[in-house]
Each structure stands twice: as C-alpha cells, then as structure tokens.
C-alpha cells in the first residue's frame, strides 16, 4: 500500500525558512517522479514543484521559484521541500505526491505551514 | 485566479445526474491529459480520474470524464450522499507557468 507522511509544518514568521519531510513507503520511491501542492485554508489545490525519479530535475510555479527547493533522497526513500523566504501568502497546507497515470495520484495527510508575526 | 475554469459550485439530488465542467487552453487541456480529484470535507485529495477518462481501482463507474477541444467534464451519476465533496480539475500545462495547473474546484452539494 502506497504511504506517504509529511512532516515538519509549524508556524514560522515572515522572511523565515522551514524544511518539509515526506517519507515514502510501500512502492519503489526511486522509479516515481513526485510532487508538492498546496491548498490555502478554505482555498483550493495550487501546484507547487515535482522532482523527476533520480533528483535531476526540478520545476516550480513562478510564485515559489527562487525561494523553495525541491530534493529527494532515494537511498532514505523522502522527498523534501525547502521553503526560504516565507512569506503570509505561503499559508497552507502542503501535500506530497507521487505521480501515477502521469500525473499527481497517491497523496499524503498534508502538513501545515503557517506564516505569521 | 485557477489556470483551468469550473463552477463554484454545482448541487444535485439523489440518484439525479450532476456534470462539472473544466475550461482551459490550448496550453493545458487542449494537448494533455485530464486529471480529476475528489476531497472529502477535511481529507486529503483522491485521484478519481485520469487521462480524461480512466478510472483508478476502486473508483465507482458511476463517475466518468471527458474531454474535447479545451474543455474537460466530469460526470456523477446516481448521485449519493457521500458524493459531498470538493472537485478538482487538473491537467500539465505545455506553458512557463508550470508544469500542472489546477481548477479553483466545485462544491458539490447532495440536496
């Protein structure tokens, strides 16, 4: 059964950095490309980046791009998001995915970030 | 402002037949897949249909999608109460804004 857990949200005020966690489980983490979406509270789903299956390459929405960083680490089977610079606007809860049919399928619980003084 | 166009929202009675519409681009919808996803009050997204019109193990045949041109559907018939949800288009989109853009949602609302 496919399993993914993030972990590391909190509050954290403006202009400061948290890491996120997913760790995957129960599929081959290293053969599927992944993503992170976000949804604001009582907003809708907004997509974040996606990592390809070995790390190689990363891609972002314009909003988050030069601030956040996508990573994985096949060997401990964990996704990552790297979030600087956070600003009010990145208040959300963050999921994890792993891409299935060639988009975002399996999702986890989600975690949440919030970004305030 | 949500790359790809749905209704707020949409309501239905139950065993009627509700439709959820998805109005994108050439970008997106026009030349890709479909994607749709189903949130229950308080619980993660749910892949409930994928390249237009397949449904995951699992998923009832009472939900369906499809596509044509720029614009996607999605289709519930027999509507139930646990249909209650928030619906989600999504598709990758071949522009610089990203590689996946997703709908502002529908509320579904079971009468």
């Known amino acids: 059964e496919v399993q993914l857990v993030e972990s590391g949200g909190g509050l954290v005020q403006p202009g400061g950095s948290l890491r996120l966690s997913c760790a995957a489980s129960?599929?081959?983490?290293?053969?599927?490309?992944m993503h992170w979406v976000r949804q604001a509270p009582g907003k809708g789903l907004v997509w974040v980046s996606r990592?390809?299956?070995?790390?190689?390459?990363?891609s972002y929405a314009d909003s988050v791009k030069g601030r956040f960083t996508t990573s994985r680490d096949n060997a401990k089977n964990t996704l990552y998001l790297q979030m600087n610079s956070l600003r009010a606007e990145d208040t959300a809860v963050y999921y994890c995915?792993?891409?299935?049919?060639?988009?975002?399928?399996?999702w986890g619980q989600g975690t949440l970030v919030t970004v305030s003084s | 402002q949500s790359v790809l166009t749905q209704p707020p929202s949409a309501s239905g009675t139950p065993g009627q037949r509700v439709t959820i519409s998805c109005s994108g681009s050439?970008?997106?919808?026009?030349?890709?897949?479909v994607y749709w996803y189903q949130q229950l009050p308080g619980t993660a997204p749910k892949l409930l249909i994928y390249?237009?019109?397949q449904r995951p193990s699992g998923v009832p045949d009472r939900f369906s999608g499809s596509k044509s041109g720029t614009s996607a559907s999605l289709a519930i018939s027999g509507l139930r109460s646990e249909d209650e949800a928030d619906y989600y288009c999504?598709?990758?989109?071949?522009?610089?804004?990203?590689?996946?853009?997703f709908g502002g949602g529908t509320k579904l609302t079971v009468l």
């Open positions: 995915a792993r891409s299935a049919f060639g988009g975002p399928g399996y």
């Open positions: 129960g599929f081959t983490f290293s053969s599927y490309w």
């Open positions: 990592i390809n299956s070995d790390g190689s390459s990363t």
């Open positions: 050439s970008s997106n919808i026009g030349s890709n897949y």
């Open positions: 390249r237009n019109n």
């Open positions: 999504a598709a990758w989109d071949d522009s610089l804004s990203g590689p996946v853009v």
